[in-house]
């Protein structure tokens, strides 16, 4: 590590992002005044990581080729130092077009200048957020300037969102496609047939206490004790960089006999296998900006246990989905991503996510309906203009 690195790092973590997100953004080409939108499209992100932000750019270009669109796909992975291996930025060709950037607001002039001004010349410039409290931070202001319109998930970011940036903001739900098929079933992940199984899924690095793991974890115990016949999976993945929150929680499952975890990464037929093999899908979150892995168990039709607050609720309804109450509290957290007490998020009821889970287990082995997730139409959005 250089000199210059370690100074950098034994500055504050605020301090720090306002430096790099603020010279970026002075850096940073500047969008188009009057953008040709009659050109192609680029779907610009994440594209290498399984954040909910890369996600939902990989189910982006997914979907829009599907609808016989043919965008071309940048990689920003490794131009915006998010891990993993190195991978080549292949930048969108000059001229008009729509660039449509997964990238939130504080590091969205960071994505423009690595795409460079040549590449975003006369484009018209999409940005995708992703956010999960009721308000913006006060450094999402930096990217208010480098996008004509902004897509969000849900109502609950767009009401964020529009509360905060002179732009039109539309909603567009993520896509959740039809399952991949896979011959894995419970023996495959360990787990005995003749069990009720619920599962939590959560990336550690991102923000355990709002994920709320602990929770879950709480009302497994409420509701079953150490039944051997009643299973809790934690499947969960980046936990090295979760540090003392997710020790806490390792050293609970390990001393909990009736608790498994899966922490991978996995493949994505492998991940919709792990979900069909259980009952249960349980999200005791503090706040969801969508809530992907209930949508996904839905359209499994599995059935879904999860807080009755944010961005799960535009779509949590029917069958088999058990909306827990919760009441709001200050944001604290301690991993620091959401830390903003200022605001508020969901502390949900355990008792209740308890008997949810006591419910279904007396209901034996059973689906539901698989609910349907209609697909955004990408060339009528692409083609149209916000309101």
């Keep these: 590590m250089s000199l210059v690195h370690r100074i950098w790092q034994t500055l504050p973590r605020g301090l720090r992002r306002g430096l790099l997100f603020g010279g970026m953004a002075a850096l940073a080409p500047r969008p188009s005044r009057h953008p040709d939108r009659d050109g192609p499209v680029t779907v610009a992100g994440f594209l290498s990581t399984s954040t909910g932000l890369g996600i939902g750019a990989q189910r982006m270009l997914a979907a829009m080729r599907d609808q016989g669109l043919d965008p071309h796909a940048t990689d920003l992975t490794s131009a915006l130092r998010q891990g993993g291996q190195a991978v080549p930025m292949v930048p969108p060709a000059p001229g008009p077009g729509t660039l449509i950037l997964h990238v939130n607001g504080p590091m969205l002039p960071w994505a423009m200048r690595a795409l460079g001004r040549r590449a975003v010349a006369g484009k018209r410039i999409i940005a995708v957020w992703a956010w999960e409290l009721p308000r913006l931070p006060a450094d999402w202001s930096h990217g208010f300037r480098f996008a004509h319109e902004i897509w969000v998930g849900s109502r609950f970011v767009a009401e964020a969102v529009e509360a905060a940036v002179p732009l039109p903001v539309r909603v567009v739900p993520y896509p959740v496609p039809a399952p991949d098929p896979s011959p894995r079933g419970r023996a495959d992940f360990g787990l005995p047939e003749d ?97 992907l892995a209930i949508a996904e168990a839905m359209r499994l039709g599995r059935a879904v246990i999860a807080t009755e607050w944010s961005g799960n609720t535009d779509f949590m309804h029917g069958p088999g989905c058990f909306g827990v109450p919760a009441r709001l509290v200050p944001a604290e957290d301690p991993q620091a991503t959401y830390h903003h007490p200022e605001m508020c998020w969901a502390e949900p009821d355990e008792a209740a996510a308890a008997a949810a889970l006591r419910r279904l287990a007396d209901l034996g082995p059973r689906s539901f309906p698989p609910v349907p997730f209609p697909v955004p139409d990408y060339a009528a959005l692409i083609g149209g203009s916000a309101t």
């Design 195 to 291: 069990a009720f199984v619920s599962l939590v899924m959560f990336d550690a690095s991102s923000s355990i206490a709002r994920k709320n793991p602990m929770a879950a974890i709480r009302a497994h115990r409420a509701a079953f004790g150490d039944r051997p016949d009643r299973l809790l999976v934690l499947k969960t993945h980046s936990t090295a960089q979760a540090g003392a929150a997710w020790a806490e929680i390792a050293a609970i499952a390990a001393a909990t006999p009736n608790i498994r975890v899966v922490d991978a990464t996995l493949p994505e037929p492998d991940r919709w296998a792990l979900m069909r093999a259980v009952d249960a899908v349980l999200s005791l979150h503090r706040a969801e900006g969508y809530g």
